[in-house]
């Protein structure tokens, strides 16, 4: 039996040794191309396929090509007749590639075709001795594990004291929900923001503010006598509206008072 002739994709590569790069669109016949890119590599160049990694970007994609992937093996193992194009390249499926695609299949399940994160996974724990992992560890995406923690904090750090509760039912209440707060904190955190003030300046204003003269800046003689007394009714003003955001402060953290007195002028 010399076998059945299978035409190759229009524009396909010569494979050979060289490294591939392939550049496309969306819906313009990359899943196409890699399926026969498969059985290529499969037929002529005597790879098994559990030896043939392939990743993809997203757990649709990857579903998408190891059905895509199998059902091509699958239909040329069972070619029944000469598909013969005129001007094509054609792969002959005699007994010898029949045999090739049947291992192929049989192989199937032992073989990668995943996300990036999931080969990244795999390659952990067939090395975990070699890199120092956990056998059992849990791939999970990256936004449901920060909801998580969020949620865990609110739950735990920002109710274990009243002043923490406070600084919580504020931020809610600024954020306008949960779910908002969460959104900007996951934003800022995604694009590696840098917190303003550091916890080093937070830690030098917090001491600054418990350490604030407020009742010798309100000595008015104290005052008259270092300004003169032209410049002692200003100078009262505004050490009057001070002086409760600073008390305020000292007692109990608000962002509010952080707020009015980070904006006052």
Same mark, same amino acid.
């Given at each position: 039996?010399?076998?059945?002739?299978?035409?190759?994709?229009?524009?396909?590569?010569?494979?050979?040794?060289?490294?591939?790069?392939?550049?496309?669109?969306?819906?313009?016949?990359?899943?196409?191309?890699?399926?026969?890119?498969?059985?290529?590599?499969?037929?002529?160049?005597?790879?098994?396929?559990?030896?043939?990694?392939?990743?993809?970007?997203?757990?649709?994609?990857?579903?998408?090509?190891?059905?895509?992937?199998?059902?091509?093996?699958?239909?040329?193992?069972?070619?029944?007749?000469?598909?013969?194009?005129?001007?094509?390249?054609?792969?002959?499926?005699?007994?010898?590639?029949?045999?090739?695609?049947?291992?192929?299949?049989?192989?199937?399940?032992?073989?990668?075709?995943?996300? %990036?994160?999931? +080969?990244?996974?795999?390659? *952990?724990? #067939? =090395? $975990?001795?070699?890199?120092?992992?956990?056998?059992?560890?849990?791939?999970?995406?990256?936004?449901?594990?920060?909801?998580?923690?969020?949620?865990?904090?609110?739950?735990?750090?920002?109710?274990?004291?009243?002043?923490?509760?406070?600084?919580?039912?504020?931020?809610?209440?600024?954020?306008?929900?949960?779910?908002?707060?969460?959104?900007?904190?996951?934003?800022?955190?995604?694009?590696?923001?840098?917190?303003?003030?550091?916890?080093?300046?937070?830690?030098?204003?917090?001491?600054? %503010?418990?350490? +604030?003269?407020?009742?010798? *800046?309100? #000595? =008015? $003689?104290?005052?008259?006598?270092?300004?003169?007394?032209?410049?002692?009714?200003?100078?009262?003003?505004?050490?009057?509206?001070?002086?409760?955001?600073?008390?305020?402060?000292?007692?109990?953290?608000?962002?509010?008072?952080?707020?009015?007195?980070?904006?006052?002028?």
């Amino acid at each position: 039996m010399s076998g059945h002739a299978y035409p190759k994709p229009s524009t396909f590569p010569n494979l050979g040794t060289k490294h591939w790069v392939l550049e496309a669109s969306a819906g313009t016949g990359k899943t196409f191309t890699l399926e026969h890119l498969v059985v290529e590599l499969v037929l002529t160049g005597d790879h098994p396929l559990q030896e043939i990694v392939i990743v993809t970007y997203t757990e649709a994609a990857s579903l998408e090509l190891r059905r895509r992937i199998r059902e091509k093996l699958e239909e040329l193992r069972d070619l029944p007749e000469d598909k013969t194009q005129v001007g094509r390249t054609h792969w002959v499926i005699d007994a010898s590639a029949r045999e090739k695609l049947a291992a192929a299949l049989q192989a199937f399940d032992r073989t990668v075709i995943s996300t %990036i994160h999931a +080969f990244c996974q795999k390659i *952990l724990q #067939d =090395a $975990a001795f070699e890199t120092g992992q956990l056998f059992r560890q849990q791939r999970v995406d990256e936004a449901d594990l920060f909801a998580d923690t969020f949620k865990d904090h609110l739950r735990t750090t920002f109710c274990a004291t009243k002043e923490a509760e406070t600084f919580l039912v504020e931020a809610l209440d600024w954020a306008g929900s949960p779910e908002n707060l969460l959104k900007l904190l996951r934003n800022a955190w995604s694009a590696r923001a840098t917190l303003l003030p550091t916890e080093t300046s937070l830690v030098q204003a917090r001491q600054a %503010i418990t350490d +604030f003269p407020v009742a010798d *800046l309100l #000595d =008015a $003689a104290g005052l008259e006598q270092g300004f003169g007394k032209k410049s002692l009714s200003t100078i009262l003003d505004r050490f009057n509206l001070f002086a409760p955001l600073i008390e305020g402060l000292k007692k109990c953290e608000r962002l509010s008072d952080w707020g009015a007195l980070l904006d006052s002028d």
